[in-house]
């Protein structure tokens, strides 16, 4: 019954009072705890308060009330007996007059209530009970209610009441217990597992009037039986029974030694020895009644199968034991035929799931159709189920991978030996991920065109020039000839600084990305230390390049650039890089750091007080870090590179976050390549072989030559620098060149003349190039 007697009980005092008393009220809960109830005997009251003004809101000290109207005075104040002083509480419609008996009576109108709030949660699986010294005075059902509470103010589970006849009517109070079966109803409440919120509160009312209640307690006592013990001594232990919602003091039916709820032909006591869940005919769900499953490892019949009932593939072949029924005879994957207690039941190293799963008969070993043997072949790749099996691949289909090369060809080795031994995965479309399917690297060197590509395809760049093959594709060129092609690549952006620019410094590559410098950014000597050659000078405060290139989603890159600095760098402070996909620069005073997204971070130590050359490298077999050409540090590849809203930056503004991030010290000739160079292009650019220098929009590139009448040749030479010193070589072959001019850049501009003589007839075909002399 749930009687609603107001809408909250709780304060905020209260809540705190229930954290402090919880712990120890939950102590002695197993065998029966009582709750400590404050002022439970109505005695802690002052008579003075009640001769000054008698019976004025007359509730109980340590109690609260919500409701009802409190007591009106009387024509007297309460007489005392002194040979029994004592305070009761009384529910009357008048109340004021004290009885016959010289008690002291603390009273409330009736639809009132009185409630304490005890201090302590509920908890699970616990019954409360409410014991009160009870009567009633004058006429009878005069009705009283007491019991547990929640913090909603609704009663719970089973209150007491106070108006059964069996309580005697008089003026005089009677101390008679609620246990006592004569004096009316127990309050109760049990919860179960689940509990309700709050702490447990105690109310105390009535809805009549002259109803008189004294001494209250309440017990709580666990309901949980002690889990190792055998209440009922079925042999079953309580825990046990609980858990599985067997009643743990009934020994009969269902809940005894020999009940079989489930169905199972196992007896509650064999489950319980077996581990098995009673209330589940197959604990495992392989598809056999626990009963069948006799755990002796050796299969009998259908009804004693030998396997375990707590493991659903006890031989550990892939298979379910309830779809292999050892009838020798295989239907499909779902009723196989097979020994459910052995791994390969016909012997022939395939274990029985991977057979049955691929149409293989696990019950023949080769001996009736050789296909079913680990020497058969039903996809015809050359390749037999037992390395099927060993590399992982599907013995009915030829290729796994679908690159076009059979399976049996894809060998694993590594190295191509011929069509037919390729060194490939055949479970991987593109073994050296180098952009292009394995069955289009014909590996023979002879390129065709995109579908037959010559290269291999177990090497990224076959003819290791830099290139990796798929760039060699998109270009059009030979990615089995290390001379095609002959021109250095050319990079997404190139920034030199030599236009020592105050606002701006250009991009000599064909793209465009002219850097934006911020701060007050000086110009010092370049790293070559030659006329012309400039460096930017960073602050470590505001000084930065931005540029508008992206690096988002690279498949392959290249970064490369100079860096000197005579100070200790702070942490984080940017090199060069994107934020959030491709950062560079120091992670601590002495250590250079590469972090990708994917991928993740490699660094190495590095105090470069002199010009030191930086390249930093990724593609398919990793990320690379390069000091002075020679790599000093790898880590696992990761692309393509993910994504960013953030752009390519010098020094600083945003390399290692969104903003700052400001280098201290010196940079120059940076450069960035959307292809993975390599070790020799890298040493190369180090050593100062090759430069980052493109074509089109700056560097040096003869864009006429013209021979006069007298044997001169004039060569219009563009991307110079004024002051700039240079070299023209000439070769009728390619190989052999010979200086046969010199000249310095012309003002005013980046292109220069030059004019020299002959030095005898002109060959036919006659090649010129144009070096920066040191």
């Given at each position: 019954m749930k009687t609603s007697i107001s809408t909250s009980f709780l304060s905020v005092g209260a809540r705190i009072l229930s954290a402090l008393c919880v712990a120890i009220f939950t102590l002695g809960l197993a065998s029966g705890a009582a709750i400590p109830v404050n002022n439970a005997s109505f005695e802690e009251n002052a008579l003075a308060d009640f001769t000054t003004n008698p019976w004025a809101n007359a509730i109980p000290n340590g109690w609260n009330s919500q409701g009802g109207v409190p007591g009106t005075p009387g024509p007297a104040a309460p007489t005392v007996d002194g040979a029994n002083n004592n305070y009761f509480l009384e529910f009357h419609n008048a109340i004021g007059a004290s009885g016959g008996d010289g008690l002291n009576n603390l009273g409330l109108r009736s639809n009132a209530y009185i409630y304490q709030d005890l201090g302590v949660l509920f908890q699970p699986n616990t019954t409360y009970t409410v014991d009160i010294m009870v009567n009633r005075r004058g006429g009878a059902n005069n009705v009283g209610y007491f019991g547990i509470a929640d913090s909603t103010a609704t009663l719970l589970g089973t209150p007491g009441a106070t108006n059964s006849s069996a309580i005697g009517t008089s003026d005089q109070?009677?101390?008679?217990?609620?246990?006592?079966?004569?004096?009316?109803?127990?309050?109760?409440?049990?919860?179960?597992?689940?509990?309700?919120?709050?702490?447990?509160?105690?109310?105390?009312?009535?809805?009549?009037?002259?109803?008189?209640?004294?001494?209250?307690?309440?017990?709580?006592?666990?309901?949980?039986?002690?889990?190792?013990?055998?209440?009922?001594?079925?042999?079953?232990?309580?825990?046990?029974?609980?858990?599985?919602?067997?009643?743990?003091?009934?020994?009969?039916?269902?809940?005894?030694?020999?009940?079989?709820?489930?169905?199972?032909?196992?007896?509650?006591?064999?489950?319980?020895?077996?581990?098995?869940?009673?209330?589940?005919?197959?604990?495992?769900?392989?598809?056999?009644?626990d009963g069948v499953e006799t755990g002796g490892g050796t299969w009998t019949s259908l009804a004693d199968t030998g396997t375990d009932p707590l493991n659903p593939d006890g031989d550990g072949d892939g298979l379910l034991d309830g779809v292999e029924n050892n009838s020798g005879v295989y239907v499909d994957e779902n009723q196989t035929g097979s020994n459910p207690n052995e791994l390969d039941t016909d012997g022939d190293s395939l274990?029985?799931?991977?057979?049955?799963?691929?149409?293989?008969?696990?019950?023949?070993?080769?001996?009736?159709?050789?296909?079913?043997?680990?020497?058969?072949?039903?996809?015809?790749d050359t390749s037999s189920n037992l390395e099927e099996f060993t590399r992982g691949t599907d013995p009915n289909d030829n290729d796994s991978d679908d690159d076009t090369v059979l399976d049996g060809y894809e060998d694993l080795g590594g190295v191509w030996v011929s069509a037919t031994q390729t060194g490939t995965d055949p479970l991987d479309t593109d073994s050296d991920n180098d952009g292009i399917s394995d069955g289009a690297e014909t590996g023979d060197g002879n390129f065709v065109d995109a579908n037959q590509t010559g290269s291999d395809p177990?090497?990224?760049?076959?003819?290791?020039?830099?290139?990796?093959?798929?760039?060699?594709?998109?270009?059009?060129?030979?990615?089995?000839?290390?001379?095609?092609?002959?021109?250095?690549?050319?990079?997404?952006?190139?920034?030199?600084?030599?236009?020592?620019?105050?606002?701006?410094?250009?991009?000599?590559?064909?793209?465009?990305?002219?850097?934006?410098?911020?701060?007050?950014?000086?110009?010092?000597?370049?790293?070559?230390?030659?006329?012309?050659?400039?460096?930017?000078?960073?602050?470590?405060?505001?000084?930065?390049?931005?540029?508008?290139?992206?690096?988002?989603?690279?498949?392959f890159f290249t970064m490369a650039g100079w860096i000197k600095s005579d100070v200790v760098q702070t942490n984080r402070?940017?090199?060069?890089?994107?934020?959030?996909?491709?950062?560079?620069?120091?992670?601590?005073?002495?250590?250079?750091?590469?972090?990708?997204?994917?991928?993740?971070?490699?660094?190495?130590?590095?105090?470069?007080?002199?010009?030191?050359?930086?390249?930093?490298?990724?593609?398919?077999?990793?990320?690379?870090?390069?000091?002075?050409?020679?790599?000093?540090?790898?880590?696992?590849?990761?692309?393509?590179?993910?994504?960013?809203?953030?752009?390519?930056?010098?020094?600083?503004?945003?390399?290692?976050?969104?903003?700052?991030?400001?280098?201290?010290?010196?940079?120059?000739?940076?450069?960035?390549?959307?292809?993975?160079?390599?070790?020799?292009?890298?040493?190369?650019?180090?050593?100062?072989?090759?430069?980052?220098?493109?074509?089109?929009?700056?560097?040096?590139?003869?864009?006429?030559?013209?021979?006069?009448?007298?044997?001169?040749?004039?060569?219009?030479?563009?991307?110079?620098?004024?002051?700039?010193?240079?070299?023209?070589?000439?070769?009728?072959?390619?190989?052999?060149?010979?200086?046969v001019d010199d000249f310095s850049g012309a003002a005013g501009g980046s292109t220069t003349e030059v004019t020299f003589p002959l030095s005898g007839p002109i060959s036919p075909k006659t090649f010129f190039l144009v070096k920066i002399l040191d």
């Open positions: 109070f009677f101390a008679v217990s609620s246990l006592d079966p004569a004096a009316g109803n127990v309050a109760t409440y049990i919860t179960g597992a689940t509990v309700p919120a709050g702490n447990v509160i105690l109310a105390i009312g009535a809805t009549t009037g002259n109803v008189v209640y004294d001494l209250v307690s309440v017990d709580a006592t666990s309901n949980i039986p002690d889990p190792n013990g055998d209440s009922d001594n079925d042999g079953l232990l309580n825990a046990w029974e609980v858990g599985y919602g067997l009643d743990p003091n009934s020994d009969v039916g269902d809940d005894g030694a020999d009940g079989d709820q489930d169905g199972d032909n196992l007896t509650n006591l064999e489950e319980q020895t077996a581990g098995t869940n009673p209330t589940l005919d197959d604990s495992d769900n392989d598809g056999l009644k274990p029985d799931g991977w057979e049955a799963t691929n149409g293989i008969d696990p019950n023949d070993n080769g001996g009736v159709d050789v296909k079913n043997g680990d020497l058969g072949d039903p996809d015809a177990n090497k990224f760049d076959t003819d290791a020039d830099g290139y990796p093959d798929e760039k060699e594709l998109s270009l059009g060129t030979n990615p089995s000839d290390p001379n095609d092609p002959l021109a250095f690549p050319v990079p997404l952006g190139y920034w030199s600084f030599d236009d020592q620019g105050a606002l701006t410094t250009a991009d000599l590559s064909p793209n465009g990305y002219d850097g934006t410098v911020l701060g007050e950014a000086s110009y010092v000597a370049g790293h070559t230390g030659a006329a012309g050659d400039f460096a930017i000078d960073f602050d470590g405060i505001d000084d930065a390049v931005t540029t508008p290139l992206t690096l988002s989603n690279l498949a402070s940017g090199l060069f890089g994107q934020n959030d996909i491709l950062e560079f620069g120091f992670s601590s005073g002495d250590t250079v750091q590469l972090w990708s997204s994917p991928g993740g971070s490699i660094g190495t130590n590095s105090t470069p007080t002199e010009w030191t050359h930086i390249a930093l490298v990724g593609d398919g077999t990793g990320r690379m870090i390069f000091i002075d050409g020679v790599e000093v540090a790898r880590g696992a590849a990761a692309i393509p590179l993910n994504a960013s809203d953030f752009f390519f930056n010098i020094g600083g503004g945003g390399i290692w976050d969104a903003t700052g991030n400001f280098f201290q010290g010196q940079i120059d000739d940076v450069a960035v390549w959307d292809i993975s160079m390599s070790p020799q292009l890298i040493a190369d650019l180090a050593n100062g072989t090759i430069s980052p220098i493109p074509s089109d929009r700056g560097g040096l590139r003869i864009s006429s030559i013209v021979v006069s009448d007298n044997d001169r040749v004039t060569l219009t030479v563009d991307g110079t620098i004024q002051g700039v010193n240079y070299a023209v070589d000439g070769s009728t072959d390619l190989e052999n060149w010979l200086e």
